[in-house]
C-alpha cells in the first residue's frame, strides 16, 4: 500500500507518516524499484497502534521508548509494560482532572438554570 494510501485509510497526513518512520515509530518501510514506499502489515499494524496510542494521549516520546523496545524483542516485555502503566496513569490523571471540571460546569449551568427560572417567575408576577 503506498503512503497516500495509508494516509487515507489512517485519517493522518504522509508528513505525519514520514516523520514517524524519521523518529523511528516506524521502521524504515519498504520501497519499490522506484523508491516509492510500500506499507506492508506490520507497518499498517504498527500505524493502528500508534495512531490508537497517539489518540489517547500517549506521548510521542514515550511511544518511541516502547516502539525501540518492542524492536529489541521479548527481552523488554517489562520495560514495555511499565511504559504502558506510566502512560495509563497519566492518562487516568487527565481523566480525573476532566472529571473534576465536568463536575463544576454542571454545576454552574444548573446554577444558571435556577437563575433563569428565578428570574422568569419574576417577569410572570
Request: aromatic content about 6%; hydrophobic content about 40%.
Amino acid at each position: 500500500m503506498r503512503i497516500a494510501e495509508v494516509a487515507q485509510q489512517f485519517d493522518i497526513s504522509a508528513d505525519t507518516l514520514r516523520y514517524y518512520e524519521r523518529i523511528g515509530l516506524l521502521r524504515p518501510v519498504a520501497r519499490n524499484a522506484s523508491g516509492i514506499r510500500e506499507y506492508g502489515e506490520s507497518d499498517l499494524a504498527r500505524i493502528e497502534f500508534i495512531k490508537c496510542l497517539r489518540g489517547a494521549g500517549v506521548s510521542i516520546e514515550a511511544l518511541t521508548a516502547y516502539m525501540r523496545l518492542l524492536d529489541e524483542g521479548d527481552g523488554t516485555l517489562a520495560e514495555r509494560k511499565a511504559i504502558l502503566e506510566q502512560q495509563r496513569g497519566l492518562i487516568q490523571q487527565r481523566i480525573d482532572e476532566m472529571q473534576a471540571g465536568l463536575a463544576r460546569l454542571d454545576y454552574k449551568i444548573a446554577h444558571y438554570e435556577d437563575l433563569i427560572v428565578a428570574t422568569e417567575q419574576k417577569m410572570q408576577q
